[in-house]
């Protein structure tokens, strides 16, 4: 950006002023990932009025008038200079945000800020006590919030459209569910033939593993797959989370289970992939809007596909598989690889989102995703949510939660945030990732040989290349037309899930 910062200062000043919006953001990240983590109980109360402070003032400082008139004087530049410029970019992606924010209160972004972290430390208590009735009065607020706020853009098809925008800029109600039908009918006879067969043996992911020990080895498998320490660190929580100050302040969180090796183990992959991508956008898109994952799509896309295309392939656990067993060797040491690598790829109707195998984990979603829109469109009351969402495992995993800890009260995100675009993105990111993965094996066929060897550097630097530098600076759309050389697809995921559980499960 060093010419037109030169002959165009306004650029300099836009960027100044951003750079303090960002710096008040990433205050209340830091805030909120201390709540999350160290905080002790008492501090709750004062630590919401301090988040939704620095929130407000972050978004009073965004919209200011000013800034949109920053954003109209360079207006021309932002069509005279090339479309994929980095000075283009920025006026672009700004202009959006700009336009979006000023339609928001400042005082409903300080009130709900408020709420959410009220909400969040309610629902922390509620969940291991299964007491729904304690948090179903922040939840119908939440509910009359994320209405509230859908309804600052008029003009909308679905109350859910405005919400989904927020998160996956370019989809709607009605792509999300064009998409999602089309996955539900491949997966729901993929789901049956393999419930059909015996399960798999899980029993030595189910030992005894040592807390510190899960720790230093998840820690080591983590370091090789790149995740830079110097720029990150990991702590643990109560549901594992990525969140960053800078690019050179990146941290993840996981939580451990000392008798499930895949709780810890595969969370901690999973939120790398997501530090892995902040770390890798290029560093002078620093304290600007660009320096993000484009969309929560995209960004899930990168934790599952190193999560599973990666951490739950074959080719990964015959490298890790025999360090693995010199870290537990009393659990390990009798258990043949490929009665390790059944285990982790388990196929099961299961009751909890984050612990579902990659066929079964996109019946999560849509169920999700299906609540979310009743619940927006006043079809279901939150008084009635716990047994609407018991009715849909029943019809679509064959299974009924015992409890409301286990059903409706095991997901964060609706006592945490907005009810509506808070879910799509996962199942979006599930099928990203596979047409990525296929992507980077076309470009470079020698990926799945040095993930055995433990070098993760040609799929790391392709993702670099390709996706990571560019932060905001595409939507999804384009960032995938781009990488890929087409639009989004079921069909890589599909074909990747025929593959890998066909041979599995000898389908």
């Keep these: 950006m060093q010419t037109l910062e030169k002959t165009h200062p306004k650029l300099q000043e836009l960027k100044t002023r951003l750079a303090e919006v960002n710096d008040i953001e990433s205050a209340a990240s830091l805030l909120y990932w201390d709540q999350a983590t160290y905080m002790p109980p008492g501090g709750a109360v004062a630590r919401g009025r301090q988040i939704a402070t620095l929130r407000h003032i972050a978004h009073t400082k965004f919209t200011n008038p000013?800034?949109?008139?920053?954003?109209?004087?360079?207006?021309?530049?932002?069509?005279?200079?090339?479309?994929?410029?980095?000075?283009?970019?920025?006026?672009?992606?700004?202009r959006h945000d700009?336009?979006?924010?000023?339609?928001?209160?400042?005082?409903?972004?300080?009130?709900?800020?408020?709420?959410?972290?009220?909400?969040?430390?309610?629902?922390?208590?509620?969940?291991?006590?299964?007491?729904?009735?304690?948090?179903?009065?922040?939840?119908?607020?939440?509910?009359?919030?994320?209405?509230?706020?859908?309804?600052?853009?008029?003009?909308?098809?679905?109350?859910?459209?405005?919400?989904?925008?927020?998160?996956?800029?370019?989809?709607n109600t009605q792509s999300v569910r064009v998409l999602f039908a089309q996955l539900r009918q491949q997966l729901v006879p993929i789901v049956a033939a393999i419930s059909s067969q015996p399960l798999a043996d899980a029993s030595c992911l189910h030992q005894y593993f040592p807390e510190a020990e899960q720790l230093a080895f998840s820690l080591k498998v983590i370091r090789q797959l790149g995740y830079d320490f110097n720029r990150g660190r990991q702590d643990k929580t109560l549901h594992p989370f990525m969140t960053k100050f800078s690019t050179g302040d990146v941290r993840i969180t996981t939580r451990i289970r000392e008798n499930d090796l895949n709780e810890g183990l595969f969370s901690t992959i999973h939120e790398t992939g997501h530090a892995l991508y902040e770390q890798g956008i290029a560093r002078k898109f620093e304290a600007s809007p660009l320096a993000s994952g484009t969309s929560s799509g995209v960004h899930e896309s990168q934790s599952r596909l190193w999560e599973n295309l990666v951490g739950r392939s074959r080719n990964f656990w015959q490298f890790f598989y025999p360090q693995l067993q010199a870290a537990f060797p009393s659990q390990f040491q009798q258990v043949p690889l490929e009665t390790f690598y059944h285990a982790i790829n388990k196929v099961e109707r299961s009751l909890i989102r984050t612990d579902a195998d990659e066929v079964t984990y996109n019946l999560h979603v849509m169920i999700r995703f299906d609540l979310e829109l009743d619940l927006l469109e006043d079809k279901?009351?939150?008084?009635?949510?716990?047994?609407?969402?018991?009715?849909?495992?029943?019809?679509?995993?064959?299974?009924?939660?015992?409890?409301?800890?286990?059903?409706?009260?095991?997901?964060?995100?609706?006592?945490?945030?907005?009810?509506?675009?808070?879910?799509?993105?996962?199942?979006?990111?599930?099928?990203?990732?596979?047409?990525?993965?296929?992507?980077?094996?076309?470009?470079?066929?020698?990926?799945?040989?040095?993930?055995?060897?433990?070098?993760?550097?040609?799929?790391?630097?392709?993702?670099?290349?390709?996706?990571?530098?560019?932060?905001?600076?595409?939507?999804?759309?384009?960032?995938?037309?781009?990488?890929?050389?087409?639009?989004?697809?079921?069909?890589?995921?599909?074909?990747?899930?025929?593959q890998k559980f066909g041979e599995l499960y000898a389908l």
């Excluded at 972004?109 to 959410?116: E, G, I, L, V």
């Excluded at 299964?130 to 098809?157: C, H, V, W």
């Excluded at 990488?483 to 079921?490: D, F, H, N, R, V």
């Design 66 to 94: 000013e800034i949109g008139q920053l954003l109209e004087d360079l207006r021309d530049y932002e069509g005279d200079c090339d479309y994929n410029s980095d000075e283009a970019s920025l006026i672009r992606i700004t």
């Design 98 to 171: 700009y336009d979006r924010s000023v339609k928001i209160p400042p005082d409903f972004t300080a009130r709900f800020s408020q709420h959410s972290a009220d909400c969040y430390e309610a629902w922390a208590k509620a969940r291991p006590e299964n007491n729904f009735k304690a948090i179903a009065p922040f939840l119908q607020k939440t509910l009359d919030y994320s209405r509230e706020m859908a309804n600052y853009f008029p003009g909308y098809s679905h109350i859910a459209d405005p919400l989904i925008d927020e998160s996956d800029y370019g989809m």
């Design 380 to 498: 279901l009351t939150v008084k009635d949510l716990p047994e609407a969402w018991k009715s849909r495992y029943h019809s679509d995993l064959g299974i009924v939660p015992p409890n409301d800890s286990n059903g409706v009260l095991q997901d964060v995100h609706w006592y945490g945030g907005m009810i509506g675009g808070m879910f799509q993105g996962y199942t979006l990111g599930n099928l990203m990732s596979a047409q990525f993965f296929e992507a980077a094996l076309k470009a470079n066929a020698d990926i799945p040989h040095q993930i055995e060897q433990g070098n993760f550097n040609l799929l790391h630097d392709w993702l670099k290349q390709n996706i990571y530098q560019h932060g905001r600076k595409y939507t999804a759309a384009e960032l995938i037309e781009q990488a890929t050389g087409k639009p989004l697809s079921i069909d890589p995921f599909i074909g990747y899930i025929k």
